[in-house]
C-alpha cells in the first residue's frame, strides 16, 4: 500500500525568506501524480502546485517550486520570498494513475511565518 | 462557478442525533469523496463513491452512511452521533481515469457532537 510521510509536523520561517517542506512517498508504481494542497486558517483546501510522475522537469508555480526526484521517492515543496499570506497547513498527496480513485494525504506540516 | 458545495457549513448535535451532509459538484467528475479532519491526523477518507449508484468504505467508515443517487450529490449520514464524530468534514469530487488529476474541495462543515 501506498504511503505519504511529512517528517515536518511544523516549521517556521521569516518573512521573505525561503523554506522547504519535505515530503516522501512509498509505492511500487510508476505512473501517478503527486500534489502540495494549502489549507490556510479559512480551512479551504488550495491547490498550490501538481506533479506528474512521468514529467522530469519540476514544476513551478511563481513562488512555489518542488524538486522531484523520483528514484528516492522525494517530492520537497520550496516556497520562496515567504509572505505572510504564506502561513497555513501543508499537505503532500499521492494519487495512482492505475488505482485512480485512491488519494493518500500525509498528515501536514503546519508552517508560520514570521514577521 | 459553485464548484463543490457542502451543506450545512456548522452543525451542533446531541449524542445519538441523527443528520445529513450533502454535497453537490457542478463539475461533471465521476468520484466524489467524503474525509475527516482531526488535530495532527491530517486527512482521513470515510466514503467514497466512483460513479452514480456506487459507494465504498474508505479508512474510517464505521458510524457513517453514504449514498450517491444523483452524479452530482454525495451524502454522508450519521445515524447515531458520537463525540467522536466531532469533526472538520470535506467533500471532494475529481475526473476520473486520464483526467483524474486533482481534487477539488468543498469549504468544510464543522460538526460539534455534545
Known amino acids: 500500500a501506498q504511503t505519504v510521510t511529512q517528517s515536518q509536523p511544523e516549521m517556521s520561517v521569516q518573512e521573505a525568506e525561503t523554506v522547504t517542506l519535505s515530503c516522501t512517498y512509498d509505492?511500487?508504481?510508476?505512473?501517478?501524480?503527486l500534489f502540495w494542497y494549502k489549507q490556510p486558517p479559512s480551512r479551504q483546501m488550495i491547490l498550490v502546485i501538481r506533479?506528474?510522475?512521468?514529467?522530469?522537469q519540476n514544476a513551478t508555480e511563481n513562488r512555489f517550486s518542488v524538486n522531484f526526484q523520483k528514484a528516492a521517492k522525494s517530492f520537497s515543496l520550496k516556497i520562496s520570498d515567504s509572505q505572510l499570506g504564506d502561513a497555513a497547513m501543508y499537505f503532500c498527496?499521492?494519487?495512482?494513475?492505475?488505482?485512480?480513485?485512491?488519494?493518500?494525504f500525509g498528515k501536514g506540516t503546519r508552517l508560520h511565518i514570521l514577521p | 462557478n459553485a464548484g463543490v458545495t457542502q451543506t450545512p457549513k456548522f452543525r451542533v448535535l446531541k449524542t445519538g442525533q441523527s443528520m445529513t451532509l450533502l454535497c453537490a459538484q457542478d463539475?461533471?467528475?465521476?468520484?466524489m469523496y467524503w474525509y475527516r479532519q482531526d488535530p495532527g491526523m491530517g486527512l482521513r477518507l470515510i466514503h467514497y463513491s466512483v460513479g452514480e449508484g456506487t459507494t465504498a468504505k474508505g479508512e474510517v467508515p464505521d458510524g457513517y452512511n453514504v449514498s450517491r443517487l444523483k452524479k452530482q450529490n454525495f451524502l454522508l449520514g450519521l445515524e447515531s452521533a458520537a463525540p467522536s464524530q466531532t469533526s472538520v468534514y470535506f467533500c471532494?469530487?475529481?475526473?476520473?481515469?486520464?483526467?483524474?488529476?486533482?481534487?477539488?474541495f468543498g469549504e468544510g462543515s464543522r460538526l460539534t457532537v455534545l
Open positions: 498527496a499521492y494519487r495512482s494513475v492505475l488505482r485512480d480513485d485512491k488519494i493518500i
Open positions: 471532494a469530487s475529481s475526473y476520473m481515469g486520464l483526467a483524474a488529476g486533482e481534487l477539488f
Open positions: 506533479q506528474e510522475a512521468y514529467k522530469q
Open positions: 463539475m461533471n467528475h465521476e468520484y
Open positions: 509505492t511500487s508504481e510508476s505512473d501517478y501524480y
